[in-house]
């Protein structure tokens, strides 16, 4: 679970990210939680953008992906959501404690 200055420090990390990922008509479906698993695996960190036409509200989206994932969700703004899963073969980001 993050605190609040970690999470802090993520935010500024992603802020500067671009969405990578975008939930859509079809909502979250496996083949997207696979990617977006492989995604935090390899960065970490990813910013998903959901689009108008998701059945999903963004805060739910979020949820949902976080738990598929088992990534902390770190900022939901707009239409986008950033979730963080630290990786086991290679960490990248170190949080402040």
């Known amino acids: 679970m993050l ?3 970690q999470r802090a ?3 500024g990390i992603a802020n500067s990210l671009n969405a990578t990922f975008q939930v859509g008509k079809s909502g979250i479906v496996p083949n ?3 990617q977006i698993s492989d ?3 390899m960065h970490e960190l990813v910013k998903v ?3 108008e ?3 999903l509200e963004v805060r739910e989206a979020c949820r949902e992906m976080a738990e598929a994932t088992g990534a902390d969700p770190v900022q939901v703004i707009g ?3 950033i ?3 630290r990786s086991e073969e290679n960490p990248q980001i170190v949080l402040v404690k």
Do not use: D, G, T
Request: hydrophobic letters at 40%.
């Open 83 to 85: 979730i963080y899963r």
């Open 39 to 41: 995604a935090l695996e």
């Open 32 to 34: 997207m939680v696979s």
């Open 79 to 81: 239409r986008k959501f």
């Open 49 to 51: 953008h959901v689009l």
């Open 53 to 55: 036409n998701s059945p």
């Open 9 to 11: 420090q993520l935010r």
């Open 3 to 5: 605190n609040s200055r």
